[in-house]
């Protein structure tokens, strides 16, 4: 599998990185998931900005990323990765320099990193919905960066995996953040509901598609704080992002909310992002 790193195309078992890398050392860094169907990059440009939005809260000394369009669609091609399903990841840290906690000095180039698998959809768990279980979270602030520093959420997805539930959905004194690798949507009278844009969360790009998707299919949506006591008396509950779409939840493990089988609104949002996703 051939690899970019810092402007070179290269075998993926050839990339070095420093051992005083800063994303290496105090993961120092973004990253980006997007999502390949056949051969087309999904939300790329979408994915791009919120790289770009990340590196100038972050202070980096490059905001723009508008190069990686052609990296992305270089890798899929180069990898054979044209047909079926694939993902490419992004990733971009503060660079190479002796370790200290001050920013590096001027000049010192960003390392820039991508590179692009074959990826099985989770199509079971689509049609039949998932488990999951609610668990603390005690990430920092600032969780609207999509940084390299995932150890919160590892822990947290292991957690999950301990349990035998899919993923680990984050309580912030009481009301429902986000999932480990996805956002949380709930069906609560007919209405969408989900957290709104903070520092708490993640603003994820299958998020605004389907809240987009809401729109267009007439569904009512509110974006409002979801404590976990009217979760749990949802009618549905939703689990959205890259690499899960879609996905019903069918139970809170150590929670009330309790569901027969994926719910009415789930399904039509199912039919439309893969309708958006997968043009005829």
Known sequence: MIAYFNGRYLDRD?????????????ADGLYEVIRSYEGRLFETAAHLERLARGARDLRFRETDFGDLTEVAETLVAGNGLVEGDATVYLQVTRGVAPRTHRFPPEGTPLTVFASARPFTPHVEEMEHGVEVILVPDRRWARCDLKTIGLLPNVLAHQEAMDAGASEALFLREGVLTEGTHSNVLAVLGGEVVTPPLTGAILGGITRAVVLELCRELHVPVREE???????ERAEEVMIVGTTVEVTPVLRFLNGGFKAAGPGPVTRRLQAALRNRVRPA
Not at 16 to 25: I, M, Y
Not at 225 to 231: D, G, I, M, Q, T
């Open 14 to 26: 050839e990339v070095a990185v420093s051992p005083d890398d800063r994303g290496f050392l105090f």
């Open 225 to 231: 704080p979801l404590p976990v006591e009217r979760a």
